[in-house]
């Protein structure tokens, strides 16, 4: 399993915008495509945005999309999640994930569902005051 560590999250008032990376190690990353999920407390964890190994597909959760974007630099073993607009219900924990889509021949792929992903970050609390 690759192993990730996701930090830029923090406290940032309703209107603002933050940059989330998740630094990738131990494993090539760019056999990974990789999502990003968040975990309001008492909520299920949510799915907010995926890229395959390239960056040619993108997914997004209907709610994030046109606020947020996912990228990564493979060169530097990193995805991003530029969020702006945030709200207050975008409070979260938010979590980096892993999925060998190399490894299961299917490199197009930019899974949304979290039991695709069989490695995940310790996460990163993201917290948008009103």
């Known amino acids: 399993q690759v192993l990730l560590v996701e930090s830029g999250g923090g406290l940032v008032q309703a209107g603002g915008s933050l940059r989330l990376s998740c630094a990738a190690s131990?494993?090539?990353?760019?056999?990974?495509?990789m999502g990003w999920f968040r975990q309001a407390p008492g909520k299920e964890r949510e799915f907010v945005a995926s890229?395959?190994?390239?960056?040619?597909?993108?997914d997004y959760e209907d709610s994030m999309k046109g606020r947020f974007t996912i990228s990564r630099d493979n060169a530097k073993n990193t995805v991003y999640l530029q969020m702006n607009s945030l709200k207050p219900e975008d409070t979260a924990v938010y979590y980096c994930a892993a999925h060998p889509a190399i490894a299961y021949g299917r490199p197009w792929y930019a899974p949304r569902t979290a039991t695709d992903f069989n490695s995940w970050g310790p996460g990163t609390q993201v917290t948008v005051s009103s």
């Open positions: 131990g494993r090539t990353f760019s056999n990974y495509a």
């Open positions: 890229i395959s190994w390239n960056g040619g597909n993108t």
